[in-house]
């Protein structure tokens, strides 16, 4: 919607849409991270780790959105789809994972992040 119209309304709402995707996955990854690492340091060590790589996005951005791209920016456009479609293939992957490893250690057969009666959430 962003790069494909010329209409000022349609565009708007493609910015807002593409602002609220962006907003539920950084809501997403942080959840997953939450949940699923145990240990205080481990996980202060992840939360940074990801603060950093969001802040990194902002830094990417400058290179990607080029003026001489304007006002359609799609070199921008695609990377932020293409951008959205690998933190979904990443949540998949994670939500099979987990859903896998609950099933071994409920089965007995594994003991998930050195804990006894820890489960993942997905």
Not at 40 to 49: E, S
Not at 89 to 108: E, H, P, T
């Amino acid at each position: 919607m962003l790069g494909f119209t010329s209409q000022v309304t349609v565009r708007y709402i493609g910015v807002y849409l593409a602002t609220g995707a962006y907003v539920s996955n950084w809501a997403a990854l942080n959840a997953y991270q939450a949940n699923n690492i145990v240990g205080q340091w481990k996980r202060a060590v992840t939360a940074a780790a990801v603060s950093a790589c969001n802040g990194l996005g902002g830094v990417a951005g400058s290179f990607i959105v080029r003026q001489g791209e304007a006002p359609r920016y799609m070199t921008a456009i695609w990377v932020s789809i293409g951008s959205h479609i690998l933190m979904i293939l990443f949540v998949l992957f994670f939500s099979v994972y987990f859903y896998g490893a609950n099933r071994r250690q409920a089965k007995n057969k594994e003991v998930l992040e050195g804990t006894e009666d820890f489960r993942y959430t997905y």
